[in-house]
């Protein structure tokens, strides 16, 4: 039943949106360090033309996964 290589997909995801935390997450640290609260960061890379992974428009929940997947990224290696 179902799609027989769903486990490899979303390996695979997972392990892109973990590349892409660590391609950004330095920036949003800094700008948490600034106290800038998750709202203003998603403002701040809009603004800028970043887009998300999958090429939208940043919002605050987005940020906490970056910030909570760079952490993860901190614990095991990525090769990107």
Do not use: W
Not at 44 to 55: A, D, E, P, V
């Amino acid at each position: 039943f179902g799609n027989p290589k769903l486990a490899e997909l979303n390996k695979t995801r997972k392990h892109q949106a973990r590349i892409y935390a660590y391609q950004h997450s330095e920036l949003i640290k800094n700008l948490r360090a600034e106290n800038k609260t998750y709202r203003q960061i998603c403002d701040f890379l809009n603004s800028s033309g970043i887009k998300t992974r999958t090429g939208k428009s940043f919002h605050p929940v987005q940020i906490h996964r970056i910030l909570k997947r760079s952490n993860e990224v901190n614990n095991c290696e990525v090769a990107v």
